[in-house]
């Protein structure tokens, strides 16, 4: 079974950073679609960014040039690193993996806080 354990969350200025990260166990990192999703207050979860197999990346327009998404197989870990972060980036972000675009079968971390705000 596919387990993943986020963290890096946390309050953060505008303009701040902060690295996520996604500690996946029960399969290798780079078999899979990994990708980090956000829920800010009462909005749909939306995709921030998915990497394919450990090689192309895809971001969602808002925060192409700010956020880069990365795995690591060393660590079994994917990251998402953030720029120049604003307070429309407040949310819960959601790590999640999958087989390809085609399976319904994903798995879900449990979330971690970001915050940016004065």
């Known amino acids: 079974q596919v387990h993943l354990v986020e963290s890096g969350g946390g309050l953060v200025q505008p303009g701040g950073s902060l690295r996520l990260s996604c500690v996946v166990s029960?399969?290798?990192?780079?078999?899979?679609?990994m990708a980090w999703y956000r829920e800010a207050p009462e909005k749909p979860r939306e995709l921030v960014a998915d990497?394919?197999?450990?090689?192309?990346?895809n971001y969602r327009d808002s925060v192409k040039g700010r956020f880069s998404i990365s795995t690591d197989i060393s660590t079994n870990t994917v990251f998402l690193h953030m720029n120049n972060l604003q307070p429309e980036d407040t949310a819960v972000y959601y790590c999640?993996?999958?087989?390809?675009?085609?399976?319904?079968?994903?798995?879900w971390g449990q979330g971690t806080q970001v915050t940016v705000s004065s």
């Open positions: 990497i394919i197999n450990g090689g192309r990346a």
């Open positions: 029960g399969s290798a990192v780079n078999d899979h679609i």
């Open positions: 999640n993996a999958k087989r390809s675009y085609f399976d319904s079968n994903d798995y």
